[in-house]
């Protein structure tokens, strides 16, 4: 009977640890137990070996939980309160367009800002001239734009220019990082209304230039300048490329500004689809329907984004590089977008304030209802006494 039951219970076993087992119990001592490597884990355990040195932290993994954790399209849980942030609306290149290593070490860099609404360009050439930096002549019909030289460039190669634009802009060509910080310091001096620091360096314009043989042009990204010019085309040419740059970062300092917007009225749809009320005040709507004036009015009206300045009518060579370098940059399609954002921004405005005009019109009902019952019941207090 006794042996009955232990072959039972170890019936399992190998037949030599079988025999060690009867032959610990017949001696009256206790089995060895066996090692970790003789035995095999439960068939609904995975046994995940970890490497060598690690062996005594061994683990048993259920097949069922790593068969839910590997399910596919099993994606973590994101971090409460953190948004991934939009990707600039300025151009960023292709890697399959960028230069090799080689080619990219030996070209210049063209980078442009926008970083306030309109510069003071009398005060500012004069506090760049007390810093050292020279005025460059333009032509009389380009006198929005001020542009200016410094003898540190960044490569030997070119000379270093800066581009001032009156709407806000700054294009550097071949300029050194510690003088751009430098120029960067002393125009926040000369600034109309300001943008946000982390907006004006993420929403920037990079874009490499090198001089070689042949006209210059846009190929694949890149800048190619002909050395077979005079050094007052080359200005007018950088120009040509620095105005469109200049049009493409104040475009995308204006989206950013109108997807604030469309962000501060998205729970408006909502609200009305719920039929719950509107909590905003007419001094609010206004607010909101003055701030999407002023984005369309900055878009349309005040800037070179729909016509061509007419700094180009008589100059076709910088006419073409300037329209193409606008559509290499998008910027026709990307003002479509914005106008047409644009327009069901203003319809949802003007659903706000016909709301708010209802609302008032009710108001006003309500109020002369009630001193209508108010006047006869007067006129009936004065027959019945």
């Known amino acids: 009977m006794f042996l009955r039951a232990l072959w039972s219970r170890r019936g399992a076993l190998r037949p030599a640890e079988r025999f060690r087992v009867f032959s610990s119990v017949l001696h009256g001592s206790d089995p060895k137990p066996r090692s970790a490597s003789s ?71 063209c980078i442009a800002f926008a970083t306030a609404d309109q510069y003071h360009l009398p005060t500012l050439c004069h506090d760049l001239t007390n810093h050292g930096f020279q005025e460059i002549d ?12 410094t003898e540190t460039a960044a490569k030997p190669e070119d000379d270093a220019l ?66 077979d010019i005079s050094q ?43 039929g719950k009320r509107i909590r905003l005040s007419s001094a609010e ?11 369309r009015h900055c878009i349309n009206l005040r800037s070179d984004l729909l016509i061509t300045p007419d700094f180009y009518w008589d100059r076709e060579n910088l006419e073409k590089l300037y329209e193409k370098t606008c559509q ?22 003007d659903l706000m304030r016909s709301h708010l005009s209802e609302k008032h019109s009710l108001r006003l009902e309500w109020m002369i209802i009630i001193l209508i019952t108010i006047e006869v019941m007067f006129e009936l207090a004065k027959m019945i006494f």
């Not at 040195?53 to 309160?81: D, M, N, W």
């Not at 360096?201 to 001089?211: D, G, K, Q, S």
């Not at 709507?285 to 984005?295: A, N, P, R, S, Y």
């Not at 399609?333 to 405005?349: D, G, I, P």
Request: hydrophobic share 35%; charged share 25%.
């Open 232 to 274: 007052q085309e080359a200005v007018l040419e950088k120009f040509a490329f620095s105005n469109a740059l200049c049009l493409s970062v104040k475009l995308a300092i204006w989206e950013v500004a109108l997807d604030s917007f469309v962000e501060s009225i998205q729970s408006i749809p909502e609200t009305l689809k719920s």
């Open 39 to 109: 035995e095999a884990p439960p068939p609904h355990h995975r046994r995940l070996h970890p490497p060598s040195g690690l062996r005594s932290s061994a683990r048993f993994y259920s097949t069922s939980i790593v068969k839910s954790v590997l399910k596919s399209g099993l994606k973590p849980a994101p971090l409460p309160g953190k948004r991934a942030p939009k990707g600039p609306r300025t151009k960023q290149p292709s890697r399959a367009n960028q230069p090799s290593q080689k080619q990219d070490e030996d070209m210049m860099q």
């Open 328 to 349: 290499f940059l998008s910027i026709n399609r990307r003002v479509n977008v914005v106008n047409e954002k644009l327009e069901h921004c203003s319809q949802l405005t």
């Open 285 to 295: 709507v206004m607010q909101k329907i003055g701030e999407l004036f002023t984005l």
């Open 162 to 227: 800066m581009f001032f634009f009156r709407e806000g802009s700054v294009v550097f060509w071949n300029v050194e990082e510690k003088t751009m910080k430098q120029v960067l310091r002393v125009l926040e001096h000369h600034e109309i209304q300001p943008y946000e620091v982390a907006l004006v360096h993420w929403e920037n314009e990079e874009i490499n230039y090198t001089l070689g043989e042949g006209n210059t042009r846009l190929e694949r990204g890149d800048f190619f300048l002909s050395l």
């Open 138 to 149: 333009l032509p009389r019909d380009a006198s929005n734009v001020l542009g200016m030289s």
